[in-house]
């Protein structure tokens, strides 16, 4: 208990800071990669949407799954004060409000990876929408 009650931060921290900079990695690729398509290079409808659609999963799982992690970082802070609570023997208020309090912060560091990618997330779909029906056009004429 001791070990997950040292590292349970630095492990729900750092796995939220790796997804959230892995999200915008994939975000800023995707956003270089529309500024420069030809969508009248590709011939086939199939195609294009693979190329275009490529990462949008990685983004949209790490917007679905973040606020997951957060609840787990906040499930085993709780666990962890009421565990140390039960070794003293003791109830303290202080001790039960600042063990909540760190244990929630675990909640909203993975609401704030969340938001952002599924914002991304579908201004990106809307991109790629625009974009399919740009290669349509091109290729109805």
Request: no cysteine; proline share 1%; glycine share 8%.
């Amino acid at each position: 208990m001791e070990l997950l009650k040292d590292y349970l931060d630095y492990a729900v921290v750092g796995l939220l800071g790796f997804m959230s900079f892995l999200m915008l990695s994939l975000v800023i690729e995707r956003y270089l990669y529309f500024s420069r398509i030809d969508v009248r290079s590709f011939t086939d409808q199939d195609e294009l949407e693979v190329d275009l659609t490529r990462n949008l999963t990685t983004i949209a799982t790490i917007g679905s799954n973040a606020p997951y992690v957060g609840l787990l970082g906040t499930v085993l802070g709780i666990l962890i004060s009421f565990f140390d609570m039960g070794q003293a023997g003791t109830i303290e208020t202080a001790t039960i409000m600042l063990g909540l309090a760190l244990a929630l912060k675990a909640t909203a560091l993975g609401l704030v990876v969340a938001i952002p990618s599924i914002v991304f997330y579908n201004a990106l779909l809307r991109r790629v929408e625009i974009l399919k029906v740009r290669w349509k056009r091109s290729h109805a004429s």
